[in-house]
């Protein structure tokens, strides 16, 4: 059955528009549409028509409502038509974004005049569903599936709501299938059409080895591709599709075994004297390798506990020891990620299965990256392997720790950059493993984009042009793990006193053990740890300790010291000092301070008091920093290092939550974890006593927000930020009842080609509350203290100028709803449902402006989070086509009301969703 053929006597409900014969006119009309775009015309939309028959089961395309196959071919002969630009070139870059506003620009040229709109001079819903479902055939970075309506209304195409989600994904997909006509140049005439069956698509290729492989690297990225795809589409049963070559191109098994390695052996006798000639300064040299050796057994914990793993779906996986040897074993299995949040034992693992590796036939070569910067790749594997494996007839195995440790010294896109270099100098390895944190990635998509696909052709993040990296997930520790950690380091009877009296007793305790890092830094300090106040948090254990450690050295000497400097003591601000020395690492990209750099730091960083007692005591401030839990020095070179990345963003964090209520802190960035440290070591007292300059009075249901710095940003854009003017901003979300007010003033007027505020606007339990009374508005009785919604972009600003205020730019809300100190939610940085709206707390409408009390921002901002979303006078983009929105909603989830997530939409975009509150500049 072809899906035209469900379109046959089918009709608008109306009867006004026959689907059929209008699919016809648009076929014939599309060639004009698309004349230029060679690769992308005509022909292109034809196959993909062709695809769509092919792949949709006939069982499928009979649960198809008419009018959504409609809207789908209509989609198919659209989707391509941004690929001119507004010069009239043609450029790939951002189309699917182009085809949708050229549709929405001129409806008429597009053959939708003869749809009804539901308003005098709006779009036709017909074209705003066509061009919905062509802009979802963009790539997922650009456009997510998920943020697509399932549920569009237009009663004039049919009676029923239609899935444009659904519909955006099955374009997508068989774009995909004519992906390679238009990505590979001349390949693509190596490429017979794809045979397509229930659940597998195969493509035929001929030519030679080099286009099979080509070929094969492109389904690969295809299949990729088509995950999100797999995933909404099998929600309605649909069979996930999988990409195949017909052959399947592998290297033949004899390639490895060439004679280009035999031949120099055979042909080239004469050669050998001069390798030897080589060779022999290595063989003089060999008795010194073991002293510049690292003995990896030192590195790995004293009470080593294996990590478990799961995969990307959250499945166990059993131990990651196994898991990991599993894949050693496996020859076609060559580069795996080994992924985890801070502090869960990527780096202890790394180290212990080198340890253990002997016997399989591999040399272990485990390099961390953060060592590499100052030298470069090739120059620093290249010497970890000669030096580990000399001239071992057996392969290394690269164990590369910390790939998101590069994000101290460089942006996201200079990291993928880099990690290019990194995957030349890797291809000649035939097993790699690369650690990373999992917060290095800004979601789990650009995860797979980075280590899973190839380069992405101009969509997307950039990602490697080789390394395709199968990925595990190391485990938080479980009960039994903690358990038999707790039993190594404390024994059997402590071990089960402190589970039963702590650990069960204060459930953040168990939730922080689930870190070896913690655990360990929770047993070092175990009665300190017990009588912690309040919330048991990781910046109050970090703080615990490193404090308990300097009252301790502070009363503790060796006799040695005590007798060599009799009237010297430890100084008090040692953990100034630790600050500073974190502080230098974070922002110089390093993770080390040599000892003979000691006295230069000490100049730079402190006060002359202290100099005088540091230079007189430098043997006693070395000795405390070795025998610290969390700094020591390698003997060996004489470099001070941080027991674990964290200590270095908990330090910064100790520095900035003093700095930056001063307006004292350098506008670096830092990472995710050091702002949630600020967080929790900020005195609460900073928000207290905050008052406009003298002289200047906070207008009535207003707060203010004084000038200075504050932590601003999410993911890898976490950064310290600065208002340089202080403002006012609204306590509530503008009512409906102040809106209201508003529109019987100056009326619901038109601006960007809709009216103010869709007055017809309804969603499921919620609908716009004002509505026409006569010749002038009123709210729906009980809903005039509810945010107002359904309004746009132009409706609010237009409010906020009449009201004397403005909407505020995205900083400033971002401060008005998290304060200075990096925090999560307006309130902290864990989700309570009870102290906003948002889809948790299952309410499914708006609710009064007023409510949620202890949801309050630290200004006193109230609904700051959930409720509605809110406009502000920021855009999204460069081309300013888009405003963003901040803040959550009453349908959003909690991720969404997060103070540093933001949202975009078009200026003129009104849903059930949307509502505002105002700034006001300082006078």
Aim: net charge neutral.
């Amino acid at each position: 059955m072809r899906l035209d053929e469900r379109l046959i006597e089918e009709k608008t409900t109306d009867g006004s528009i026959d689907f059929h014969e209008h699919i016809l006119r648009v076929r014939e009309e599309a060639s004009s549409w698309l004349e230029g775009n060679d690769k992308n015309g005509v022909e292109h939309s034809k196959r993909l028509e062709d695809y769509l028959n092919r792949l949709i089961p006939d069982e499928f395309k009979e649960r198809l409502k008419p009018a959504e196959i409609f809207i789908l071919l209509y989609a198919v002969y659209l989707h391509d038509i941004g690929y001119r630009n507004e010069q009239g070139e043609i450029e790939s870059r951002d189309h699917p974004l182009r085809s949708k506003k050229y549709i929405l620009k001129d409806t008429k040229k597009y053959l939708f005049d003869q749809f009804p709109s539901m308003k005098k001079g709006e779009v036709p819903l017909a074209a705003q569903a066509v061009a919905e479902v062509c802009y979802g055939h963009a790539h997922e970075s650009v456009c997510p599936l998920r943020d697509i309506s399932n549920d569009f209304g237009d009663s004039c195409l049919c009676k029923d709501p239609i899935n444009l989600r659904r519909l955006a994904a099955l374009l997508r997909l068989a774009d995909e299938m004519d992906q390679a006509y238009i990505r590979l140049g001349h390949l693509r005439n190596s490429i017979s059409l794809p045979a397509i069956s229930p659940g597998i698509v195969r493509m035929h290729w001929k030519g030679n080895q080099s286009v099979g492989e080509a070929l094969d690297n492109f389904v690969q990225g295809i299949n990729e591709t088509l995950e999100p795809v797999n995933d909404l589409l099998t929600e309605w049963g649909f069979p996930e599709k999988t990409v195949v070559l017909k052959p399947l191109v592998k290297k033949p098994p004899t390639l490895p075994k060439k004679t280009v390695v035999l031949k120099p052996l055979v042909k080239k006798p004469p050669t050998l004297p001069k390798k030897t000639v080589v060779l022999k300064p290595l063989v003089k040299k060999r008795p010194t390798l073991p002293k510049e050796q690292i003995d990896y057994k030192k590195l790995i914990p004293e009470h080593y506990i294996p990590s478990r793993c799961h995969n990307e779906k959250g499945d166990n996986q059993g131990l990651l020891h196994d898991y990991v040897l599993e894949w050693l074993n496996d020859r076609n299995r060559e580069l795996l990620a080994v992924l985890g949040d801070y502090g869960i034992g990527k780096t202890s693992f790394c180290y212990k299965f080198a340890c253990d590796m002997t016997g399989y036939g591999y040399v272990p070569v485990v390099v961390e990256l953060k060592t590499v910067m100052a030298e470069g790749w090739r120059e620093v594997i290249q010497r970890e392997v000669r030096s580990r494996a000399g001239d071992s007839t057996q392969s290394p195995v690269l164990i590369l720790d910390g790939f998101d440790e590069l994000s101290l010294i460089f942006d996201k896109e200079t990291v993928l950059e880099e990690i290019e270099n990194l995957s030349s100098t890797t291809q000649e390895y035939k097993k790699v493993i690369l650690t990373s944190r999992t917060q290095f990635f800004r979601s789990e998509y650009e995860e797979r984009e980075i280590l899973v696909r190839k380069k992405s052709l101009g969509l997307g993040p950039r990602s490697m042009t080789y390394p395709r990296f199968e990925r595990i997930y190391i485990s938080l520790f479980d009960d039994e793990q903690i358990k038999r950690y707790l039993d190594l380091s404390l024994g059997k009877e402590k071990s089960e006193k402190f589970w039963n009296e702590t650990v069960e007793e204060i459930f953040d305790v168990k939730d922080l053990a689930r870190r070896p890092i913690l655990i360990e830094l929770i047993v070092n300090d175990l009665e300190a740890v017990q009588n912690i106040a309040g919330k048991v948090t990781p910046g109050k254990v970090y703080r615990t300790i490193t404090e308990r450690w300097q009252e301790r050295e502070e009363q503790r000497l060796p006799q040695f010291i005590v007798l060599k400097h009799k009237e010297e003591k430890m100084p008090k601000n040692i953990m100034l000092f630790m600050e500073e020395l974190a502080y230098w690492m974070l922002t110089k990209g390093v993770d080390r301070l040599h000892f003979k750099t000691l006295r230069d730091a000490i100049n730079k960083y402190f006060d002359n008091e202290t100099k005088k007692m540091l230079r007189l005591s430098l043997d006693n401030l070395d000795y405390k920093i070795r025998t610290s839990s969390f700094l020591s020095r390698n003997e060996a070179e004489g470099y001070y290092v941080f027991a674990h990345r964290s200590f270095i963003e908990y330090f910064v964090a100790r520095k900035l939550a003093r700095e930056i209520p001063q307006d004292k802190a350098k506008e670096i960035k830092i990472t995710d974890q050091t702002a949630l440290f600020v967080s929790e070591l900020m005195d609460p007292s900073v928000y207290e006593r905050i008052e406009p300059p003298q002289g200047v009075r906070v207008p009535e249901n207003m707060v203010y927000i004084p000038s200075g710095q504050f932590i601003m940003g999410e993911e890898d854009n976490i950064r310290i930020a600065s208002l340089k003017e202080g403002f006012f901003i609204d306590k509530y979300q503008v009512t409906n009842a102040r809106f209201c007010a508003f529109l019987n003033e100056r009326g619901n007027q038109q601006e960007g080609g809709k009216e103010w505020i869709d007055l017809e606007g309804s969603y499921e339990k919620e609908r716009c509350r004002i509505k026409r009374d006569g010749d002038c508005f009123a709210v729906e009785s009980g809903f005039e203290d509810h945010p107002v919604i359904y309004v746009s972009w132009y409706g609010a600003s237009a409010y906020a100028k009449l009201s004397g205020k403005r909407l505020p730019a995205e900083e400033e809300w971002e401060k008005a709803a998290r304060g200075i100190d990096g925090r999560v939610y307006p309130w902290g940085n864990e989700f309570d449902k009870k102290k906003c709206n948002t889809d948790e707390s299952k309410i499914d409408h708006a609710t009064p402006v007023k409510n949620y009390q202890e949801g309050r921002s630290p200004y006193g901002c109230l609904n700051i989070a959930g409720n509605s979303w809110e406009w502000t006078n920021s855009c999204y983009n460069e081309e300013k086509e888009l405003k963003v929105l901040r803040g959550g909603s009453w349908y959003s989830y909690r991720n969404d009301a997060r103070c540093a997530n933001c949202d975009r939409s078009n200026p003129v975009g009104m849903d059930s969703l949307n509502g505002f509150r105002c700034a006001r500049t300082l006078k």
